[in-house]
């Protein structure tokens, strides 16, 4: 009999990679998502798309009952660090109080269906403030966010623990540092850097790009090595556990915009404009991926290089970027 696999959240930038790839595995796909669409058409297959919101208990316990899911993921929630200061009670709602409801809901659906697996993904902002003495960070690192979208993903990291041990729920939670990949949106250092470099070249740019402090280092795994990681923790992982999802490497973000620069032909002049300098917390911040290695045998397979000549290259061939 096929598996079947419900992924909140389907519709987002992970969400999609990780339906190609279960249906590559011959997993039966369904998807939650905020808009109304019967099917999410990829390359490996199609998603049945059922519109919720995780606004209640149960109303997520009948869509359990509808979909019949042996693997549950859970990626909606509000992933904007900058959004969640300004929405503050927001964040919390999408974040730690919607996780509740699934967390209830699934409690429940496991009396019926008692192989179902959970899978719970936070982020590297849970641990927030880290010392250089505590590089690379492991899960057992301490958890101090600094900012109210970490503290949401941090909550739901300890929540999973106590539902596993007060209700024995087959749940585990992942913390996936920087991942990139094609179609990310923009914000995020690597869209950004490729957006200007093709633009650039398309003429709709003069030959500049402006830069800030180009110093700090930043761990960065393909999008492609994050969900093939969070389909082996959810179908091998121990149960109430945290794995983070890493490279295990930093890199600079100088050596990312190098790269960019490399694909091109243009002579483009970087202008270092120091009023862009922000007050940096940490120059190097990067994880342990030493668990996930050990007791999954997954590691990342997907050079920086080629990601992200892969971003450039799907940004070059978009018809009306601006």
Known sequence: MKMKALITGVRGFVGKYLADHLLLQGIEVWGTSRE?????????????????????????????????????????????????????????????????????????YQQENPQMRLLTV?????????????????ESTPLRPMSPYGATKAAVSM??????????????????FNHI???????????????????????????????????????????????????????????????????????????ILNYFLSFSHEDIIINVDKTRFRPIEFKKYYGSSEKIKSELDWQSVHPIEDSLYEIYLYLKEQPNIN
Do not use: M
């Open 36 to 108: 109304e669409s019967p099917l999410l058409c990829l390359e490996n297959g199609n998603v049945k798309i059922i519109k919720n919101d995780l606004d209640s208990e149960e109303e997520i316990l009948n869509l359990l009952q509808t979909v019949t899911p042996d693997y549950i993921f859970h990626l909606a929630g509000q992933s904007n660090v900058k959004k969640s200061w300004e929405d503050k009670e927001g964040t919390f709602y999408a974040n730690v109080n919607k996780t509740i409801f699934l967390l209830d809901a699934c409690v429940r």
């Open 122 to 138: 936070g982020s590297s902002e849970e641990y927030g403030r880290v010392e250089p003495h505590e590089l690379p960070i492991k």
């Open 159 to 176: 929540l999973i623990q106590q539902y596993h041990k007060a209700h024995e729920l087959n749940v585990i939670h992942a913390r996936p």
């Open 181 to 255: 990949g094609p179609g990310q949106t923009e914000g995020f250092v690597t869209t950004d850097f490729a957006k200007q470099v093709v633009l650039i070249e398309k003429g709709q740019l003069a030959p500049t790009i402006n830069v800030g402090d180009l110093s700090s280092e930043r761990d960065f795994t393909d999008v492609k090595d994050i969900v093939s990681a969070y389909s082996s923790i959810l179908l091998k992982g121990e149960l109430g556990e945290i794995y983070n999802v890493c490279s295990g490497k930093s890199v600079s973000i100088n050596n």
